[in-house]
Every structure is written in C-alpha cells, then in structure tokens.
C-alpha cells in the first residue's frame, strides 16, 4: 500500500470511487461531476480541493496498470470565524474490497498530519447518521460526533428558485 498526493491523471479512478461512494451512501444518481470537472476544479491555478491517494499492486495479470488506486481522502480548506483556518475532509472513500485493511486508517491519519502541519484549528468532516461502523470508529479516534447540528444545503434547483421567486 502506498498513500500519495492525487495527480490529475488519477481523476478517472476517483470518480471510480466516488460513484461506489455514492452507491454505498444510497445516492447513486447524485454524481453529477466527471473527470474532466475534477481535474479542472483540483488541478488549475486555484485549485478548489486537494486529496490522498491509497495504491496498491494490481492484479499480477493486468497488464494494463502496475498500481490500482483503491482509496482516496478528499478534502479542502475552510474558515471559521470562531477558530480560523479548518480543513475539510469531504470523502474518505476505501474501495469495498480493501475494507478492513487499515487502508481508511492510513488515509484518515494522513488527512490529520496535514491539518496538523497546515496549523490547522480543527478538521471537520460530516457522517450519516446510519454509518455506525464510521461513527464508533471516529469516536475511538478521538473525534467528536456533534449530534445536535444539522447540515444545510440548497441544490441548485433551489438556488434558481430563490433567485427568481423568492428574492424580491
């Protein structure tokens, strides 16, 4: 196992994994992105997102690829007004075959040592509520699950909507 910063050229096997995310996570018509998005919006001048990359040795008889991207920990930066520079660990995504391998746990510290040498104030990342292997995992970690917030999205739908009806 070898954990890596992404390259663009990994884009195609990450959005791989995000499709088995969302599978997993009950969505699996939510993924609207594609490669080329996501090699645009993490590898231009300002890039919006960073990640992790975890490869391993392929298939000895894939003649194809010597190394198979089977995790990735995906996140970006934020700011709080009460703590100053956060990150965001927006997916952390092990392949269903590689679960139980210490993969996660690798990716998971390696997202840690990066806030930690960004001087970051807090890391943050959010979990479903059903996911309870994740949470009671986290929880040993050492991190908090904050079960009386709740999250906030408008789609895009939603936006257009506000825009032309709501906002007078």
């Known amino acids: 196992m070898n954990i890596r910063r992404g390259k663009s050229e990994d884009m195609v096997a990450v959005l791989d994994l995000i499709q ?12 609207l992105i594609t490669a080329e998005d996501l090699v645009r919006d993490g590898f231009g001048e300002n890039p919006l997102f960073h990640l992790f990359v975890a490869e391993v040795e392929s298939d000895p008889s ?3 690829q010597a190394k198979q991207i089977v995790g990735i920990a995906l996140y970006y930066y934020r700011y709080s007004t009460w703590k100053g520079k956060t990150l965001h660990l927006e997916d952390l995504v092990v392949k269903e075959k590689m679960r139980g391998t210490g993969l996660g746990y690798a990716l998971y510290s ?11 104030r807090r ?3 959010n979990v479903l509520d059903w996911n309870t292997p994740a949470i009671d995992f986290y929880e040993k970690s ?5 079960r009386d917030w709740n999250n906030v999205q408008m789609d895009e739908a939603g936006i257009t909507d506000f825009l ?4 007078k």
């Not at 996570?25 to 939510?30: K, S, T, V, W, Y």
């Not at 050492?142 to 904050?146: F, N, P, S, W, Y």
């Open 20 to 31: 088995e995310l969302a599978i997993f996570e009950n969505e699996p018509d939510a993924v």
């Open 62 to 64: 894939d003649s194809q």
């Open 110 to 120: 390696e997202i840690i040592k990066q806030g930690k040498k960004d001087q970051v």
């Open 123 to 125: 890391i943050e990342w």
């Open 142 to 146: 050492g991190a908090k699950v904050l």
């Open 164 to 167: 032309e009806n709501k906002l």
